[in-house]
């Protein structure tokens, strides 16, 4: 069970890691939010890029087009079928910021509607 990413997440990650000249995105989770841990998704340089994949525990890597997620291997268990998706503004439909959106696996772990933050099931 991986994480899924939409054609909107891939196309958006793909526009920003061109015009940041940045190598990556890494995925992780950290503690905090309303619901216990916050979705953390951050640019990675190509210097950052390099050490990560160069570690003794070498983080999960998904493509695509030659876009690259990296996934945190601390954060990886509670990471495991989180859906990404990206949103625009849509004014009538009540988003009113673009931003990507997290979803994780209903029977992996819960979440509240801010869409970055979530609870692990034991």
Do not use: H
């Not at 793909?14 to 890494?26: L, T």
């Amino acid at each position: 069970m991986k994480l899924s990413i939409t054609k909107r997440a891939w196309s958006k990650m793909k526009d920003v890691i061109k015009k940041e000249k940045s190598e990556s995105f890494m995925l992780s989770a950290i503690s905090g939010g309303c619901n216990g841990f916050n979705y953390d998704l951050k640019l990675i340089n190509k210097k950052n890029f390099d050490s990560f994949i160069n570690t003794k525990i070498k983080p999960m890597i998904i493509e695509n087009d030659d876009t690259k997620l990296l996934v945190d291997p601390i954060a990886e268990m509670i990471l495991l079928g989180t859906k990404i998706d990206y949103v625009s503004e849509d004014y009538s439909n009540g988003i009113f910021e673009n931003k990507f959106i997290f979803t994780p696996d209903k029977n992996r772990a819960s979440s509240c509607g801010c869409g970055i933050s979530f609870n692990p099931k034991e």
